[in-house]
């Protein structure tokens, strides 16, 4: 009972805003000096009032006036924004201070100034129209769209000039934040408001928003009817020959379009892009010859439309004109342009000159991959193998072997310094280290996907040697992980994947899912070949160095290939993968004179196979040559 009788006795305590009659003599004193110019008494005097009523807003601004003419603009503004907050429902003030606000580029107190603005003066659209410039000038594109529409809300539906310029600026918001209907309503009802205020840029716009949204339908009807323009399908049997008119072959009867001298260039090239996607092709023909007159460099972008459009529904034919009329020219002679020309040119099996515009696009743009392997792609379809290799080489001699020559054959299992027998030797393991990093290297400058067309055409040219080195610079990265290793043999007989990743936990086999941005790089490169390409890769690689004698080589590669945790756990039949690896590992030692690792290798997969007639005759003749003759 206490608690509450003392919470009825408590009275509302107000903050006093009005200056104090003891007061007023002191701060008429500073508003004579600051008639005097004694801005120094004026910032006395009004700290002084200022301590002993500090919420009173009219110090604030007589001591904002006098540092500002002191100089300090700062902290002028900064007791300016303290007095508009104290006495808040001044829209003027806050306007004053949004402008200053603005001088000082703080875009953030700005709005909120504007804000408060026009949270007091709601009706004054001048303030909503800065407030709405401002969000979009910071990029609040979404804001400014909502301010444009609380001003169109509250316009004079008789102000039909400002209605249809803020609904064009509301469409163009739209049209960037890709809200496609939102910008098109906005436009339909300007069209309906001030209908004799439409111009050609309204219709030009309202056009590609149906466009943008695939209504070409529309886009098509808005020109016609905004341009007083007869659609012929809309009239008899035209229409319907024009219904029937559905590919570029089916151009017997084209429309006659009747076009207005004062029609714009770019509303005729939405009316083309129109019937072409409406597969009135040989109507769109007709309509676009007038524009092929006209000059390239200063219509390269209509005619690149077109080109686009042309190319988007199959009809490469007609697009060529507009494309060979862009590379001809100097703004628009680009690697694009004459990508798009030779992908075009390729299309109607014009080989010659496709291989033609795809070497313009290489020599502008020497990085472009897909560039390189299509020109790889024509030159092969011509015959003309050696510059088809000659458009994918680079300088790829480090990747090349890196040093590690084959050994003799009938060695006991060295390759160029890595002992497969358990030799010793620091050197060795450093000469396979830089192999392994000359051939990342190589890869990381170059692409995964160029090297290996590369080795497709060489293949296809039996061209083996030069094969045999791009093939292994890409294994060799492939399986850099453990293709440096010694003893590399010692893992290539495991057999299962769980004693592998034991041996990746114990440190003797690297582990490549690393977080390392260098190794995400070197595993996106990797990604472009699926784990199948990279086995065919494997196994054609190793019939080639077989053909080539080149035993120590094989027997190295399969060996790091058996120990690779990635060819074993991304293969959909792992069991018959480490099957086929272990085969390929017994097979390169018994080519190399490594009996020892073959019979290994053939007594664990006899055994697991008992039933097998090829198995056991295999493991009998690897047991002939051992020099152990208990077996």
Same mark, same amino acid.
């Given at each position: ?98 402008? !200053? ?58 102000? @039909? ?154 009809? =490469? ?35 010659? @000159? ?9 020599? %502008?743009?020497?990085? =472009? ?11 092969? +379809? ?58 990342? !290297? ?6 995964? +996907?160029?090297? =290996? ?8 040219? +039996? ?45 003797? %086999? ?45 027997? =190295? ?75």
């Amino acid at each position: 009972r206490p608690a509450v009788c003392l919470f009825l006795q408590t009275k509302l305590v107000r903050r006093r805003t009005v200056l104090p009659e003891q007061l007023k003599d002191l701060y008429g004193d500073a508003n004579v000096a600051y008639a005097r110019q004694n801005y120094d008494d004026v910032v006395n005097i009004c700290m002084s009032i200022i301590k002993q009523a500090p919420f009173v807003p009219e110090p604030y601004r007589t001591l904002a006036l006098a540092l500002e003419e002191k100089g300090d603009k700062e902290r002028a503004f900064q007791f300016s924004f303290i007095a508009a907050n104290l006495k808040p429902n001044d829209p003027a003030q806050w306007v004053t201070l949004a402008e !200053q606000a603005l001088a000082r580029q703080d875009e953030k107190i700005a709005l909120e100034c504007y804000s408060k603005a026009h949270r007091y003066a709601p009706g004054n659209l001048n303030i909503l129209f800065s407030r709405a410039q401002l969000h979009r000038s910071v990029g609040n594109l979404k804001k400014a769209v909502e301010d444009y529409e609380a001003i169109l809300k509250e316009l004079d539906p008789e102000d @039909s000039e400002k209605h249809l310029s803020l609904s064009l600026d509301v469409a163009k918001l739209c049209h960037e934040q890709k809200d496609i209907d939102r910008g098109i309503t906005a436009l339909q009802t300007a069209f309906q408001i001030a209908p004799s205020m439409i111009d050609a840029n309204a219709v030009n716009l309202l056009a590609e928003l149906y466009m943008a949204k695939d209504d070409y339908s529309s886009s098509l009807q808005i020109i016609c009817d905004s341009c007083n323009i007869l659609d012929p399908s809309t009239s008899g049997e035209q229409g319907a020959m024009s219904a029937n008119d559905t590919t570029a072959g089916s151009r017997s009867a084209p429309q006659a379009w009747l076009m207005p001298a004062s029609l714009p260039i770019d509303l005729r090239a939405k009316i083309i892009v129109s019937l072409i996607h409406l597969t009135r092709t040989s109507e769109a023909v007709s309509v676009a010859a007038p524009v092929l007159e006209e000059n390239a460099e200063h219509f390269g972008d209509v005619f690149l439309d077109l080109a686009e459009a042309f190319v988007a529904c199959g009809h =490469h034919a007609e697009a060529l004109p507009y494309l060979a009329a862009l590379v001809s020219t100097q703004r628009y002679n680009m690697a694009a342009v004459w990508l798009q020309y030779g992908q075009s040119l390729s299309a109607l099996k014009q080989l010659e @000159s496709a291989a033609a515009a795809y070497s313009v696009v290489v020599s %502008m743009a020497p990085t =472009h991959l897909d560039a390189r392997l299509t020109l790889a792609d024509l030159w092969q +379809r011509l015959g003309r193998h050696d510059e088809a290799i000659a458009i994918l080489e680079a300088d790829v001699s480090a990747g090349q072997d890196g040093g590690l020559e084959d050994a003799p054959d009938g060695a006991d299992g060295s390759l160029g310094g890595i002992s497969l027998g358990g030799g010793s030797g620091a050197a060795g393991v450093t000469a396979a280290q830089l192999a392994v990093q000359q051939a990342v !290297q190589v890869v990381m400058t170059q692409d995964v +996907r160029v090297i =290996h067309r590369r080795c497709e055409l060489l293949y296809a040219q +039996r061209k083996f040697n030069d094969y045999s080195d791009q093939a292994l610079t890409l294994m060799k990265f492939y399986l850099r992980a453990v293709y440096h290793k010694r003893d590399i043999h010692v893992f290539g007989g495991i057999a299962k994947c769980r004693k592998r990743a034991m041996l990746v936990r114990s440190g003797m %086999m690297e582990n490549v899912d690393s977080q390392d941005p260098i190794v995400a790089k070197e595993q996106e490169q990797e990604n472009q070949l699926s784990s199948d390409e990279w086995y065919q890769l494997l196994y054609q690689l190793c019939c080639v160095l077989a053909k080539l004698s080149r035993y120590a080589t094989l027997q =190295h590669l399969s060996c790091a290939a058996a120990a690779s945790i990635k060819l074993l756990e991304r293969a959909q039949d792992k069991n018959r993968r480490n099957y086929d690896l272990s085969l390929l590992c017994a097979s390169a030692a018994y080519l190399n004179g490594n009996f020892v690792l073959a019979w290994e290798h053939i007594r664990a997969m006899a055994y697991k196979a008992v039933t097998s007639t090829n198995y056991w005759n295999m493991y009998a003749r690897v047991s002939y040559n051992l020099p152990d003759v208990r077996h």
